[in-house]
């Protein structure tokens, strides 16, 4: 898992609570990556960010939100509006976006009860 | 323009057979073609990437093969063993913003 940690590894919500799920790397990589791995497909990006205070929506960010306040932590919080939370979230980081290679993080299961 | 498709859905080897995994891309802008071994429960790990400026490469008992104008490419594992059992995942991406379009995987069985 190079350096990527996530929390918690598994993660019960409640229908309408918000809950952060954290992302941290020790590898001093500027970029960061928050996926989406719903079983039988493959993995949607929800939000990136290539520099710190700063990020962009990716394809399915809708009902999530982020910040980059430092360089090693990027943390991913799933509000209430998202309306199918349950998934496996994946945190990645790159040297730079420019060299596209992305290392991943072990995940967080979420699950809606 | 941005999909990233992938077969088969599944698939199943002899120990010692060829595994191979096929994907297709439209997006001609894209530049970077990784592919991703995935265990049960755990995150993806980088296996092999190719850019477009190489047809071929090779590392141990992975190969990628990328044919440009067929906008195609596709991962081939030698010697397929049981450890390699996993789901695989192709991806491309383009430029510098380091977005990746995965493909839908392809959950590999390697019988013993």
């Known amino acids: 898992d190079g350096g990527i940690t996530q929390s918690p590894k598994y993660l019960f919500r409640k229908e309408g609570q918000n809950v952060t799920l954290s992302c941290e790397q020790n590898l001093n990589h500027d970029a960061m990556y928050w996926y989406r791995q719903d079983p039988g497909q493959g993995l949607r990006l929800i939000y990136y960010s290539q520099i710190v205070n700063d990020f962009q929506k990716g394809d399915i960010a809708e009902g999530y939100s982020v910040s980059r306040e430092k360089k090693e932590s990027f943390p991913l919080t799933v509000t209430s509006a998202q309306k199918n939370p349950t998934a496996f979230y994946l945190c990645a980081s790159s040297i730079q976006a420019v060299y596209n290679e992305q290392f991943f993080g072990p995940g967080t299961r979420l699950t809606v009860l | 323009q941005q999909q990233v498709k992938q077969s088969p859905q599944s698939l199943i080897v002899q120990k010692g057979g060829i595994s191979i995994i096929n994907c297709a891309y439209e997006?001609?802008?894209?530049?970077?073609f990784p592919w991703y071994q995935q265990f049960p429960g755990k995150g993806p790990a980088l296996l092999i990437a190719i850019r477009p400026d190489v047809s071929e490469k090779k590392e141990g008992r992975f190969t990628i093969s990328f044919n440009k104008s067929a906008k195609q490419f596709s991962l081939h594992i030698m010697d397929s063993q049981p450890g390699d059992s996993a789901t695989y995942f192709c991806a491309a991406s383009m430029g510098n913003t380091g977005k990746l379009i995965f493909g839908q995987g392809t959950t590999l069985q390697v019988k013993p």
């Open positions: 997006n001609t802008a894209f530049d970077y």
